[in-house]
């Protein structure tokens, strides 16, 4: 699929999906928990079909009535309907899942699309390995046999925060305590600090002993309970930045006490001096000149691609660090937005960790860029496209499903111009 985006001025507000993070995690409680539990405002992208999926050949059953979903979790784990999983490209899905599925004490296949079995999982191997179980992997899939036992781990905080956030839903169910030390840096704390609190909503209690242990209580179990999925703050940086750079706008249905790390796009801008008002339910962002700033992603690496727009467009020299975790998702996204935002004449340039840019206020059309196969990558250009002095056409544009399906038909009732095709 393609999209045109043609040069125009966004007006009005938007209502930003519900948290993708949130909606993972919330399916996954409740799915454990045996009962009944009734979680509300979901959006189906591809990452959270492959978490409901899965979660039914665990043996949960889901039930699907618009954007609400009805759970009846699984009573034990001798219920197990296939196994073979599909995560398609959620490396979320396929974190969570590899500890939860070895409760199953059943061989279990996980397969996944694009760059997913290629993304780090060494955290697992070694765990699984150092516990003779059966851990395997390829290019097409990751097979695992065997039950994770109550013990110490000690894990690296500099990788992904999906690994101990997996291990998190898992240990509380073992009969014994575990313990997970984490080797610093611990990035995208924000993260846990997510799977934690929803934890606690269902009935799961887990305690930092210092900045770096975790202690699980084994034999917990997981409580029924009904919740709503609030605002999506990784996606809000998209329509954060178009009111930064294009015009003003409101955005609104969104949690601002709320912990997702990605609501520090908040911040970025004002310190960037963009103006953003606090409102009851979002924020409105002021048109400005983004001021330069060295912006670090250690705790919101989900944003990286749009701040390479926010800086392209802005004043001076912007370096955004702490970014190499950006090389491992579903693109290498330091590399694919320094290779299209070149052929838009952005004076850009990185090494291993850090992106450096030197923003100006206005570029050219180069007529025709990619999209990486990459769903941020893909908003991300269609948000530099709408300040073009010509219409930009995006290949690859089909990319959004994973995670914002709507995204377009949002961008047009702001009044943002473009034509699929």
Request: charged share 25%; hydrophobic share 35%.
């Amino acid at each position: 699929m393609k999209v045109k985006i043609y040069p125009s001025k966004c007006s009005g507000e938007v209502t930003l999906p519900p948290s993708k993070s949130m909606a993972h995690r919330a399916i996954i409680c409740a799915s454990l928990a045996n009962g009944k539990s009734k979680i509300e405002n979901i959006a189906y992208s591809d990452d959270i079909i492959a978490t409901i999926q899965g979660m039914r050949k665990l043996g949960a059953i889901i039930t699907e009535d618009n954007n609400t979903l009805y759970i009846e979790g699984v009573k034990n784990f001798s219920n197990l309907k296939e196994n073979i999983i599909e995560c398609n490209e959620s490396g979320s899905t396929l974190r969570f899942f590899i500890p939860i599925f070895s409760l199953t004490n059943q061989k279990i296949e996980f397969r996944g699309r694009n760059r997913l079995l290629q993304r780090p999982q060494k955290i697992y191997e070694e765990i699984f390995k150092s516990q003779n179980l059966l851990y395997l992997q390829n290019n097409e899939k990751i097979e695992i046999s065997g039950k994770l036992k109550a013990t110490n781990y000690t894990i690296r905080g500099d990788i992904s925060s999906q690994f101990i956030s997996g291990l998190l839903f898992t240990l509380p169910l073992l009969e014994g305590d575990s313990t997970i030390k984490i080797i610093p840096p611990f990035e995208s704390k924000s993260y846990i600090d997510l799977t934690i609190e929803m934890l606690n909503r269902f009935g799961i209690e887990i305690e930092f002993l210092d900045e770096l242990t975790i202690f699980i209580k084994g034999n917990q179990h997981y409580t029924p309970t009904d919740y709503y999925v609030e605002g999506d703050f990784s996606q809000l940086g998209f329509f954060a930045v178009l009111g930064a750079i294009n015009n003003d706008l409101t955005c609104k249905g969104l949690n601002t006490k709320s912990k997702q790390g990605d609501k520090e796009i908040i911040d970025i801008l004002k310190k960037c001096h963009i103006d953003v008002e606090t409102l009851e339910n979002g924020y409105r962002f002021f048109n400005g000149i983004p001021q330069s700033y060295n912006i670090n992603l250690e705790n919101c690496p989900d944003l990286g691609p749009i701040l390479t727009v926010l800086s392209a467009y802005g004043n001076g020299s912007f370096k955004i660090y702490n970014a190499h975790r950006l090389r491992y998702k579903e693109s290498d996204r330091i590399e694919a937005m320094e290779v299209e935002l070149k052929k838009l004449g952005v004076d850009i340039n990185s090494d291993q960790d850090s992106i450096y840019i030197t923003g100006k206020r206005n570029y050219t059309s180069c007529n025709e860029v990619f999209g990486h196969k990459d769903h941020r990558v893909v908003m991300s250009l269609a948000i530099f496209a709408t300040m073009l002095d010509k219409p930009l056409i995006i290949d690859g544009a089909e990319a959004i499903s994973k995670s914002y399906p709507n995204f377009f038909e949002d961008l047009k009732k702001l009044n943002i111009k473009l034509e699929i095709f």
